[in-house]
Protein backbone atom coordinates (compact mmCIF):
# COMPACT_ATOMS: atom_id res chain seq x y z
CA UNK A 1 0.00 0.00 0.00
CA UNK A 2 1.45 3.21 -0.85
CA UNK A 3 1.26 6.21 1.56
CA UNK A 4 1.17 9.61 0.97
CA UNK A 5 0.46 12.94 3.11
CA UNK A 6 -0.70 15.77 1.96
CA UNK A 7 0.03 18.96 4.52
CA UNK A 8 -1.92 22.22 3.94
CA UNK A 9 0.69 24.66 5.86
CA UNK A 10 -1.60 27.33 5.83
CA UNK A 11 -4.29 25.67 8.27
CA UNK A 12 -4.86 26.91 11.94
CA UNK A 13 -3.54 30.18 10.18
CA UNK A 14 0.03 28.94 9.95
CA UNK A 15 0.22 26.36 13.04
CA UNK A 16 -0.12 22.91 10.84
CA UNK A 17 3.32 23.85 9.15
CA UNK A 18 5.10 24.31 12.75
CA UNK A 19 2.90 20.86 13.91
CA UNK A 20 4.51 18.92 10.69
CA UNK A 21 8.17 20.16 11.61
CA UNK A 22 7.92 18.21 14.67
CA UNK A 23 5.54 15.66 13.35
CA UNK A 24 7.62 14.44 10.68
CA UNK A 25 10.11 13.25 12.94
CA UNK A 26 8.57 11.05 14.58
CA UNK A 27 6.88 8.94 11.62
CA UNK A 28 8.70 5.24 11.14
CA UNK A 29 7.50 4.39 7.53
CA UNK A 30 8.35 5.39 4.12
CA UNK A 31 5.68 8.22 2.51
CA UNK A 32 5.45 10.33 -0.52
CA UNK A 33 4.70 13.88 0.62
CA UNK A 34 2.71 16.97 -0.78
CA UNK A 35 1.95 20.58 1.03
CA UNK A 36 -0.62 22.44 -0.64
CA UNK A 37 0.16 25.59 -2.80
CA UNK A 38 -3.52 26.91 -3.16
CA UNK A 39 -7.48 25.65 -2.10
CA UNK A 40 -8.62 22.75 -4.05
CA UNK A 41 -4.89 21.39 -4.31
CA UNK A 42 -5.39 18.78 -1.84
CA UNK A 43 -8.32 17.60 -3.88
CA UNK A 44 -6.25 17.37 -6.83
CA UNK A 45 -3.64 15.79 -5.35
CA UNK A 46 -6.08 12.86 -3.31
CA UNK A 47 -7.10 12.36 -7.02
CA UNK A 48 -3.97 11.36 -8.85
CA UNK A 49 -3.42 8.80 -6.23
CA UNK A 50 -6.47 7.50 -6.31
CA UNK A 51 -6.59 7.05 -10.67
CA UNK A 52 -3.36 5.14 -9.71
CA UNK A 53 -5.37 2.17 -9.49
CA UNK A 54 -3.01 1.29 -5.86
CA UNK A 55 -3.75 0.75 -2.58
CA UNK A 56 -3.22 3.89 -1.64
CA UNK A 57 -3.28 5.44 2.16
CA UNK A 58 -3.90 9.32 2.26
CA UNK A 59 -3.30 11.26 5.25
CA UNK A 60 -5.01 14.80 5.47
CA UNK A 61 -2.48 17.07 7.34
CA UNK A 62 -4.50 20.36 8.31
CA UNK A 63 -8.32 21.38 9.43
CA UNK A 64 -11.68 20.40 7.75
CA UNK A 65 -11.15 22.24 4.20
CA UNK A 66 -8.12 19.90 4.27
CA UNK A 67 -10.15 16.75 5.34
CA UNK A 68 -13.12 18.01 3.11
CA UNK A 69 -10.87 18.35 -0.37
CA UNK A 70 -8.65 15.28 0.32
CA UNK A 71 -11.96 13.01 0.56
CA UNK A 72 -13.90 14.65 -2.25
CA UNK A 73 -10.42 13.73 -4.31
CA UNK A 74 -11.09 9.82 -3.33
CA UNK A 75 -14.65 9.48 -3.72
CA UNK A 76 -15.48 6.16 -5.09
CA UNK A 77 -12.02 4.97 -4.79
CA UNK A 78 -12.20 1.15 -3.26
CA UNK A 79 -8.35 0.97 -3.62
CA UNK A 80 -8.41 4.18 -0.87
CA UNK A 81 -8.44 5.20 3.04
CA UNK A 82 -8.37 8.57 4.09
CA UNK A 83 -6.48 8.93 7.61
CA UNK A 84 -6.86 12.61 9.08
CA UNK A 85 -4.43 14.67 11.69
CA UNK A 86 -6.30 17.35 13.00
CA UNK A 87 -4.02 20.35 12.42
CA UNK A 88 -6.54 23.53 11.82
CA UNK A 89 -8.63 26.07 13.85
CA UNK A 90 -11.93 24.60 13.87
CA UNK A 91 -11.12 20.52 13.92
CA UNK A 92 -15.22 20.04 13.65
CA UNK A 93 -13.63 17.02 11.60
CA UNK A 94 -12.53 15.28 14.75
CA UNK A 95 -14.94 15.51 16.67
CA UNK A 96 -17.43 13.84 14.48
CA UNK A 97 -15.19 11.52 13.10
CA UNK A 98 -11.89 9.44 14.61
CA UNK A 99 -9.09 11.08 13.42
CA UNK A 100 -5.52 10.67 14.31
CA UNK A 101 -4.05 12.59 17.57
CA UNK A 102 -0.75 12.64 17.40
CA UNK A 103 2.16 10.47 15.05
CA UNK A 104 2.14 7.31 17.52
CA UNK A 105 -1.13 6.81 16.55
CA UNK A 106 -0.49 6.95 12.84
CA UNK A 107 2.67 5.02 13.33
CA UNK A 108 0.71 1.66 14.71
CA UNK A 109 -2.42 2.54 12.41
CA UNK A 110 0.35 1.69 9.05
CA UNK A 111 1.60 -1.29 11.27
CA UNK A 112 -1.77 -2.77 11.29
CA UNK A 113 -4.31 -4.27 9.10
CA UNK A 114 -5.45 -1.09 8.65
CA UNK A 115 -8.99 -1.42 8.81
CA UNK A 116 -11.20 1.00 6.94
CA UNK A 117 -15.14 1.90 7.39
CA UNK A 118 -17.00 2.87 4.39
CA UNK A 119 -18.43 6.68 5.24
CA UNK A 120 -21.46 8.67 3.69
CA UNK A 121 -20.77 12.09 2.46
CA UNK A 122 -23.58 15.01 1.35
CA UNK A 123 -24.50 16.61 -1.08
CA UNK A 124 -25.94 19.76 -2.11
CA UNK A 125 -26.98 20.86 -5.46
CA UNK A 126 -28.37 24.00 -6.95
CA UNK A 127 -29.16 24.37 -11.07
CA UNK A 128 -25.91 24.76 -12.07
CA UNK A 129 -23.42 23.39 -9.29
CA UNK A 130 -22.86 20.28 -7.30
CA UNK A 131 -20.74 21.26 -3.80
CA UNK A 132 -20.37 18.00 -1.43
CA UNK A 133 -20.30 18.63 2.15
CA UNK A 134 -18.81 15.99 4.94
CA UNK A 135 -19.33 17.54 7.95
CA UNK A 136 -22.50 20.10 7.28
CA UNK A 137 -24.01 22.40 5.12
CA UNK A 138 -26.32 25.43 5.53
CA UNK A 139 -28.41 28.60 4.62
CA UNK A 140 -28.80 31.94 6.50
CA UNK A 141 -27.84 32.99 9.85
CA UNK A 142 -24.63 30.48 10.14
CA UNK A 143 -23.56 30.62 6.17
CA UNK A 144 -23.30 34.65 6.23
CA UNK A 145 -21.43 35.10 9.45
CA UNK A 146 -18.58 31.88 8.08
CA UNK A 147 -18.93 34.50 5.04
CA UNK A 148 -17.86 37.56 6.69
CA UNK A 149 -15.41 36.33 8.91
CA UNK A 150 -13.71 34.17 5.71
CA UNK A 151 -13.47 37.25 4.18
CA UNK A 152 -12.33 39.64 6.69
CA UNK A 153 -8.51 41.05 6.97
CA UNK A 154 -9.21 40.88 10.65
CA UNK A 155 -9.40 37.55 11.16
CA UNK A 156 -6.09 37.30 9.92
CA UNK A 157 -4.78 40.13 12.27
CA UNK A 158 -6.73 38.62 15.23
CA UNK A 159 -5.52 34.75 14.27
CA UNK A 160 -1.98 35.96 15.03
CA UNK A 161 -2.80 36.65 18.64
CA UNK A 162 -4.63 33.25 18.86
CA UNK A 163 -7.71 35.71 19.35
CA UNK A 164 -9.96 34.41 16.05
CA UNK A 165 -12.53 33.35 17.94
CA UNK A 166 -13.07 37.44 18.76
CA UNK A 167 -13.13 37.80 15.20
CA UNK A 168 -16.65 35.04 15.04
CA UNK A 169 -17.88 36.62 17.54
CA UNK A 170 -17.62 40.11 16.30
CA UNK A 171 -19.63 38.91 13.22
CA UNK A 172 -22.04 36.76 14.97
CA UNK A 173 -23.18 40.23 17.38
CA UNK A 174 -23.54 42.60 14.11
CA UNK A 175 -25.20 40.34 12.14
CA UNK A 176 -28.03 39.21 15.01
CA UNK A 177 -28.37 42.97 15.09
CA UNK A 178 -28.75 43.13 10.76
CA UNK A 179 -30.27 39.54 9.95
CA UNK A 180 -33.72 39.81 8.38
CA UNK A 181 -35.45 36.44 8.26
CA UNK A 182 -36.50 34.20 5.37
CA UNK A 183 -39.06 31.28 4.65
CA UNK A 184 -38.10 28.36 3.64
CA UNK A 185 -40.09 25.25 2.00
CA UNK A 186 -38.70 21.65 3.03
CA UNK A 187 -39.74 19.05 0.72
CA UNK A 188 -38.78 15.47 2.06
CA UNK A 189 -39.53 12.18 0.12
CA UNK A 190 -42.43 11.63 1.68
CA UNK A 191 -44.41 15.23 2.98
CA UNK A 192 -43.17 19.54 2.81
CA UNK A 193 -43.51 21.78 5.84
CA UNK A 194 -43.63 25.77 5.20
CA UNK A 195 -41.11 27.34 8.24
CA UNK A 196 -41.79 31.26 8.69
CA UNK A 197 -38.95 33.82 10.32
CA UNK A 198 -35.96 31.26 10.11
CA UNK A 199 -32.80 31.86 11.03
CA UNK A 200 -30.77 29.10 9.58
CA UNK A 201 -31.15 25.83 8.30
CA UNK A 202 -28.45 23.17 8.60
CA UNK A 203 -27.84 19.97 6.96
CA UNK A 204 -25.52 17.70 9.18
CA UNK A 205 -23.69 14.34 8.02
CA UNK A 206 -21.94 14.29 11.44
CA UNK A 207 -23.08 16.02 14.44
CA UNK A 208 -20.99 19.08 15.37
CA UNK A 209 -20.42 22.37 13.33
CA UNK A 210 -19.34 25.97 14.02
CA UNK A 211 -16.05 24.44 15.92
CA UNK A 212 -17.25 22.40 18.32
CA UNK A 213 -21.18 23.01 18.35
CA UNK A 214 -23.18 19.86 18.59
CA UNK A 215 -26.25 20.78 16.28
CA UNK A 216 -27.21 17.01 15.32
CA UNK A 217 -26.81 14.67 18.10
CA UNK A 218 -28.50 12.31 16.61
CA UNK A 219 -26.67 12.53 13.30
CA UNK A 220 -24.38 9.34 11.95
CA UNK A 221 -22.11 9.61 9.36
CA UNK A 222 -22.28 5.78 8.38
CA UNK A 223 -26.11 5.82 8.57
CA UNK A 224 -27.26 6.44 5.35
CA UNK A 225 -28.99 9.45 6.82
CA UNK A 226 -28.94 13.45 7.13
CA UNK A 227 -30.55 15.72 9.20
CA UNK A 228 -31.91 18.85 9.04
CA UNK A 229 -32.10 21.46 12.01
CA UNK A 230 -33.91 24.68 11.53
CA UNK A 231 -34.20 27.57 13.61
CA UNK A 232 -37.19 30.03 14.04
CA UNK A 233 -39.54 32.35 14.73
CA UNK A 234 -37.39 33.35 17.84
CA UNK A 235 -36.52 36.52 19.17
CA UNK A 236 -32.91 37.60 18.75
CA UNK A 237 -31.87 37.33 22.42
CA UNK A 238 -33.19 33.81 22.59
CA UNK A 239 -31.43 32.77 19.22
CA UNK A 240 -28.07 34.12 21.68
CA UNK A 241 -29.43 31.71 24.11
CA UNK A 242 -30.35 28.36 21.31
CA UNK A 243 -25.91 29.23 20.12
CA UNK A 244 -25.03 28.95 23.88
CA UNK A 245 -27.41 25.67 24.47
CA UNK A 246 -25.78 24.21 21.11
CA UNK A 247 -22.46 23.28 22.23
CA UNK A 248 -24.08 21.60 25.17
CA UNK A 249 -26.40 19.45 22.95
CA UNK A 250 -29.48 20.95 25.00
CA UNK A 251 -31.07 23.08 21.55
CA UNK A 252 -33.34 20.37 20.70
CA UNK A 253 -35.93 21.09 23.52
CA UNK A 254 -36.45 24.92 22.31
CA UNK A 255 -39.45 24.52 20.30
CA UNK A 256 -38.23 26.96 17.57
CA UNK A 257 -35.67 24.29 17.23
CA UNK A 258 -36.86 21.36 14.45
CA UNK A 259 -35.07 18.39 13.40
CA UNK A 260 -36.03 15.83 10.87
CA UNK A 261 -34.09 13.10 9.44
CA UNK A 262 -33.99 11.81 5.91
CA UNK A 263 -32.18 10.78 2.54
CA UNK A 264 -32.68 14.11 0.65
CA UNK A 265 -34.04 17.08 1.73
CA UNK A 266 -35.51 19.93 -1.24
CA UNK A 267 -35.00 23.68 0.49
CA UNK A 268 -36.53 27.02 -1.03
CA UNK A 269 -36.05 30.15 0.38
CA UNK A 270 -38.31 33.24 -0.29
CA UNK A 271 -34.94 35.83 -0.15
CA UNK A 272 -31.88 35.48 -1.54
CA UNK A 273 -29.45 33.89 1.28
CA UNK A 274 -25.59 33.00 1.77
CA UNK A 275 -25.03 29.01 2.36
CA UNK A 276 -21.83 27.25 2.83
CA UNK A 277 -20.29 23.59 2.49
CA UNK A 278 -18.20 22.56 6.06
CA UNK A 279 -18.08 26.43 6.66
CA UNK A 280 -16.52 27.42 2.83
CA UNK A 281 -18.42 30.02 0.83
CA UNK A 282 -20.64 27.56 -1.53
CA UNK A 283 -22.76 30.41 -3.36
CA UNK A 284 -26.34 31.97 -2.17
CA UNK A 285 -30.37 30.76 -2.50
CA UNK A 286 -31.93 31.75 -5.79
CA UNK A 287 -35.47 32.63 -4.26
CA UNK A 288 -38.36 29.96 -5.14
CA UNK A 289 -35.50 27.92 -6.70
CA UNK A 290 -34.81 24.59 -5.05
CA UNK A 291 -31.54 23.46 -3.70
CA UNK A 292 -31.34 19.66 -3.54
CA UNK A 293 -29.34 17.88 -0.26
CA UNK A 294 -28.99 14.32 -0.45
CA UNK A 295 -26.67 11.61 1.42
CA UNK A 296 -24.31 9.30 -0.60
CA UNK A 297 -24.24 6.54 1.28
CA UNK A 298 -20.55 4.80 1.86
CA UNK A 299 -18.63 6.81 -1.47
CA UNK A 300 -15.65 6.54 0.91
CA UNK A 301 -13.22 5.01 3.04
CA UNK A 302 -11.64 6.09 6.25
CA UNK A 303 -9.08 4.67 8.98
CA UNK A 304 -11.10 2.58 11.71
CA UNK A 305 -9.49 3.34 14.70
CA UNK A 306 -9.51 1.13 17.69
N1 LIG B 1 -1.18 26.88 0.22
C1 LIG B 1 -2.39 27.37 0.45
N2 LIG B 1 -2.58 28.72 0.45
C2 LIG B 1 -3.80 29.23 0.74
N3 LIG B 1 -4.88 28.50 1.05
C3 LIG B 1 -4.74 27.16 1.07
C4 LIG B 1 -3.49 26.53 0.76
N4 LIG B 1 -3.66 25.19 0.87
C5 LIG B 1 -4.96 24.98 1.19
N5 LIG B 1 -5.59 26.16 1.32
C6 LIG B 1 -6.99 26.41 1.73
O1 LIG B 1 -6.98 26.68 3.12
C7 LIG B 1 -8.34 26.61 3.57
C8 LIG B 1 -8.41 26.39 5.07
O2 LIG B 1 -7.87 25.15 5.40
P1 LIG B 1 -8.41 24.29 6.60
O3 LIG B 1 -9.89 24.33 6.67
O4 LIG B 1 -7.76 22.96 6.50
O5 LIG B 1 -7.82 25.03 7.89
P2 LIG B 1 -8.56 25.93 8.97
O6 LIG B 1 -9.56 26.83 8.33
O7 LIG B 1 -7.50 26.54 9.83
O8 LIG B 1 -9.28 24.80 9.86
P3 LIG B 1 -10.84 24.55 10.23
O9 LIG B 1 -11.60 24.47 8.95
O10 LIG B 1 -10.80 23.22 10.95
O11 LIG B 1 -11.22 25.70 11.09
C9 LIG B 1 -8.94 25.50 2.76
O12 LIG B 1 -10.18 25.96 2.21
C10 LIG B 1 -7.93 25.24 1.63
O13 LIG B 1 -8.53 25.23 0.36
Given at each position: MKITIIVNPTAGNGKS?????????????????HMTTSPKHATALARK???TGESQFIIAFGGDGTAHEVIEGTLDCSNCIVGVVGAGSGNDFGRGFLSFRNAHEVNKYVQSQRVAIEMDIGLMNDQDKKYYFVNNAGIGFDAYIAYQV?????KKILNKFNLGKLAYTFFLIKTLVTFKHFDLTV???NHSKKL???WFATVS????????????PQSNPADGQIELTVVHHLSRIKLLLVFVSVFFGKHTSFKEVHQMSATSFSLTTNNTMYRHTDGEYAGKTSPHFADEFSVLPKRWRMTKLT
Open positions: LKRWEKFKHKLNFIYDFCAENKSPVNMPEKVNQPYFGGGMKIS
